[in-house]
């Protein structure tokens, strides 16, 4: 666009598509990416494996007649269970080789979560669920390995805080970031998760600019927020209680952000995302909010 090198990129689950059971109404992928191409969005990421299509050859051809490229895809790993840790690590590669395949740039790496920590989501204390030393030396030492292959298929590796998992405050952020790899191992900079676990994304970016890789942008309503956390709700709760709201309507200095970004010569993906669950039987129209979130944006690029 005009004025900027950033690309605007969006993801299913700003259509309430999402990896986690039970999250609700999953549309038809045809219909999603028919819509993201409608607002003027130039990508998407993969979203949950397997719901687009997985051969590289159907899926190209799905993203080219409607004018989209393939951004990158989040893919979420436990590997600090040594029980889990083969069938994880081939998940991840199945998940570069196909990017790698399309042409996509990035593989956004995140930590799994548990129940324990979807539980207490937002509200981690002391006392609360976390990795051990040896913990964080496995996932961290799977992270480095998992970013490494990724860069022999020459795909840039981003790591995605998030909440409800055991990489969601801005103490655990700080300590997956000291023990990677930062050649190997950078950031995806999700303004909305990061404000969800304690932090300042703002900050976050200001602070080590360069390791940013990839962004989602991504907003919270603080009175919802507030009211969740008071409530003890767990993060699939919050986020049917619309937690997050389109990009510009809530609490995260998106302006901030995005001019920090544009200040260190950010030039990758600006992925636009709201999380979002459709309950059976809503009429619920997620195009509407991405178009909210989209008009925002743009506005900020010129």
Wanted: charged share 30%.
């Amino acid at each position: 666009m005009a004025g900027s090198a950033l690309k605007i990129g969006t993801a299913p689950i700003s259509w309430g598509v999402c990896e986690l059971p039970d999250w609700g109404v999953m549309l038809p992928f045809e219909r999603v990416l028919d819509e993201m191409a409608e607002l003027g969005y130039t990508g998407t990421e993969l979203g949950p494996w397997g719901y687009l299509p997985k051969d590289a050859a159907v899926l190209g051809t799905e993203l080219r007649k409607r004018h989209l490229d393939l951004a990158g895809a989040f893919c979420p790993v436990t590997l600090h269970d040594p029980s889990r840790y083969e069938e994880q690590f081939a998940y991840a590669m199945d998940t570069c080789r196909l990017l790698a395949e399309v042409g996509a740039p990035v593989l956004v790496l995140a930590e799994a979560g548990d129940a324990d920590r979807e539980r207490i989501a937002g509200r981690v204390r002391t006392n609360s669920p976390r990795f051990s030393d040896e913990d964080w030396k496995r996932f961290a030492e799977g992270a480095n390995e998992i970013a490494r292959r990724a860069k022999d298929m020459r795909l840039v590796t981003a790591f995605h805080p998030h909440a409800g998992t055991y990489v969601e405050t801005p103490r655990e952020i700080d300590e997956l970031l000291r023990r990677t790899d930062a050649s190997l191992v950078g950031l995806c900079l999700d303004t909305g998760h990061i404000f969800y676990g304690g932090g300042d994304p703002v900050a976050i970016a200001r602070r080590d600019p360069k390791r940013v890789r990839h962004v989602h942008l991504k907003d919270v309503s603080r009175e919802r927020y507030e009211h969740a956390l008071a409530r003890e709700l767990d993060f699939t709760a919050a986020v049917g209680e619309d937690v997050f709201v389109p990009v510009g309507e809530g609490a995260v200095d998106m302006k901030s952000v995005i001019g920090t970004l544009r200040d260190a010569g950010f030039d990758g993906w600006l992925i636009v995302e709201q999380d979002i669950r459709i309950v059976p039987g809503s009429s619920r129209q997620p195009k509407i909010d991405a178009a909210k979130s989209y008009t925002f944006i743009t506005a900020q690029l010129r």
